[in-house]
């Protein structure tokens, strides 16, 4: 009996190769969105702090000089503008990592086809393989029966 072989193996397996190389791209990218969140969290915390120190500052009761109050009053601007900007880059990496979503579903599509039509030859293989071995036996049981008419 001959051996299968999928004639379109080299296809499927560059198709395997592809959608790998896709989620590990993807997989990046997630990771380029969770830094970005964290980003984001560093500088609201950062905000949050120079809040509190500039309240804290006003609390005491002493006065502040007109350097010092728009030294703060930068800073916290800063802050705001800093998170403005972080919040941009979230944006463009969570629809990077969108696209780069359809293009995993559109490589592990890619491989289920050649998966499937793999699969089917197979079937079809195994299938001309067992009608080939019923036929040598059918002819060797009608053989031995025209030798034991003959005999």
Aim: net charge positive.
């Amino acid at each position: 009996m001959k051996k299968f072989k999928f004639n379109l193996q080299t296809v499927h397996d560059v198709r395997e190769m592809r959608e790998e190389n896709e989620q590990l791209e993807l997989a990046r990218l997630q990771n380029d969105v969770e830094k970005a969140v964290a980003e984001i969290e560093r500088i609201e915390m950062l905000k949050a702090q120079a809040l509190e120190n500039y309240s804290a500052r006003l609390n005491t009761g002493k006065p502040m000089n007109a350097f010092e109050l728009e030294l703060n009053s930068n800073h916290i601007s800063n802050l705001d503008r800093l998170k403005r900007d972080a919040v941009a880059v979230l944006e463009s990496r969570k629809a990077a990592c969108a696209v780069q979503t359809a293009k995993v579903a559109k490589a592990m599509q890619a491989v289920k086809i050649t998966g499937k039509l793999r699969e089917n030859q197979a079937l079809k293989h195994k299938g001309e393989a067992d009608r080939s071995e019923q036929t040598a036996v059918d002819e060797l049981v009608s053989a031995n029966y025209a030798r034991q008419i003959t005999q």
